[in-house]
């Protein structure tokens, strides 16, 4: 049968879900990455461009006296040979180092060497050392190349040689040297900042396993190099001892006052069965007892320890069984609405405490003025990863101040006070037993009257074989 719309605040629920809880800004690993990495690549950037500023004066004086060095030899190498010698020199020197001396003639066209600050600095240093009547042009009558025009006894010539013999390294060198420098700063960054990082995050591990109860399986590493952190490990280990030795006196008092309390109580119940002759008096005094009884479960399931092992459970099974017992009271009247065949993540016991403690409240709280009766509806259905489920009485509900408080410990609503047949740990015991099976819990008034429990649990899924 397919369950009806249940009203579930599912919004709601999940704001306040930890695990679905907005996070605001990064984490400490990628903030401290970012920072590092900033300052990492800030710091490259700014070596590699004090180094190019560095090395551009020493480099265009380098190449101008290696330019002016060449110009000279092939200068003097004209002025000691003949004319018919000239020939077979500018071909050797033009086969072996690549350097051609050709005539300047007048109309001779050229661009200018110095198109930028590499180049003024290295024409100037060349008309320094050669004289004011040097011309170095990129190409003349466009031929490309490093042109430099020199006298000889007043003939002019041009001597032509390639370039790249003299470029500084190009943009893609230092692009790509600062590209590796990037990428080896950014690995560093990771791996600091991973560092920085690990021994948070076992801490923040180790609390939240202390916070389920586990503090056998929350111990951090005290042998650790760094001062700082194994002080930290050392006091988080002796507080989750102290802790976990408070969590068992408590369960051996509890035991205790179980048992010592439990005692006389059970002694009492034939004693006054047998010694109270006034009926009434001896079926109030059983009440009494009984209700006595019932605080001191109360009590001893609100302090039930945290750690609880989940598995499968079918929620429509469980309801039917708390169900039995509750359909023979005749100030009660359920309306069941449940998805077929619902599997729900929960310890069946405490699973089955949760229904029954929000049906019974329900009966208790939600009856009719005009008919003294409980309508109590109870319905869930699957959504995604989650069920949802749904339990509604339709009495006069609780103001909407008081709704937060009515799963705190010992806090009674004014119908509870008046009654004054209750430990205020209902609720309270509900909430905490959904929290420690992963679920969440909340109450809301619905438009029509009456209270509504709401609870979220994880689906349980099963396997499907073929």
């Known amino acids: 049968m397919a369950a009806p719309e249940t009203d579930m605040p599912d919004q709601r629920l999940a704001e306040t879900s930890p695990s679905s809880a907005p996070h605001s800004g990064l984490s400490l690993f990628w903030r401290t990455f970012f920072l590092l990495a900033l300052l990492l690549v800030g710091s490259v950037v700014a070596w590699v461009q004090t180094l190019r500023e560095m090395e551009f004066e020493p480099r265009a004086l380098q190449t101008a006296q290696q330019i002016a060095s060449l110009v000279n030899l092939s200068r003097a190498a004209v002025m000691h040979s003949d004319a018919i010698a000239r020939v077979s020199l500018f071909k050797t020197m033009k086969d072996q180092e690549h350097v051609m001396i050709v005539p300047r003639e007048p109309n001779d066209v050229f661009a200018p060497f ?4 590499h180049g003024k600095r290295i024409s100037k240093e060349l008309i320094r050392k050669l004289g004011a009547g040097t011309v170095v042009a990129n190409s003349v009558n466009q031929v490309g190349g490093l042109w430099v025009g020199f006298t000889i006894d007043k003939d002019r010539y041009w001597l032509q040689t390639d370039r790249a013999r003299f470029n500084q390294p190009a943009g893609s060198t230092w692009l790509i040297w600062l590209i590796t420098a990037a990428a080896l700063s950014l690995s560093g960054a ?3 900042a991973r ?3 690990r021994p948070l995050k076992e801490l923040s591990f180790a609390a939240s396993r202390v916070r389920e109860g586990d503090f056998e399986a929350s111990a951090l590493n005290e042998l650790v190099s760094t001062s ?5 490990n050392i006091g988080f280990n002796r507080m989750t001892q102290k802790l976990a030795k408070i969590e068992q006196d408590r369960a051996v008092m509890l035991a205790g006052i179980s048992h010592d309390l439990r005692t006389p109580l059970a002694r009492l119940r034939p004693e006054t069965e047998l010694s109270v002759a006034d009926l009434d008096a001896r079926e109030n005094m059983a009440a009494d007892i009984a209700q006595l009884d019932s605080i001191i479960d109360k009590f001893l399931d609100y302090a039930r320890p945290g750690n609880m092992g989940l598995k499968v459970v079918s929620l429509n099974k469980t309801v039917e069984s708390c169900l039995v017992s ?6 009660m009247q359920f309306k069941v609405a449940l998805q077929d065949n619902l599997k729900v993540m929960a310890d069946p016991v405490e699973l089955q405490r949760i229904i029954t403690n929000l049906l019974e409240n329900a009966g208790r709280y939600g009856k009719s003025a005009d008919t003294g009766i409980a ?3 109870i319905s869930a259905r699957g959504e995604d990863k989650a069920v949802l489920i749904r339990v509604r009485d339709y009495g006069v509900g609780v103001p909407q101040n008081q709704l937060k408080q009515l799963t705190t410990p010992f806090y009674r609503g004014e119908a509870a006070r008046t009654a004054a047949n209750g430990t205020g740990l209902g609720l309270a ?3 905490k037993t959904i929290s420690r099976m992963g679920g969440l819990f909340e109450l809301s008034n619905a438009s029509s009257g009456g209270l509504c429990a709401h609870i979220k649990l994880q689906r349980g899924f099963t396997e499907v074989t073929a």
């Open 375 to 377: 309508m109590v509806e």
């Open 228 to 232: 700082e952190i194994r002080a930290v």
């Open 114 to 117: 110095d198109e930028d600050d």
């Open 195 to 197: 560092l920085i990082n």
């Open 190 to 192: 990771a791996w600091i």
């Open 429 to 431: 015991i509900v909430e």
């Open 326 to 331: 509750l359909r023979k009271r005749p100030d």
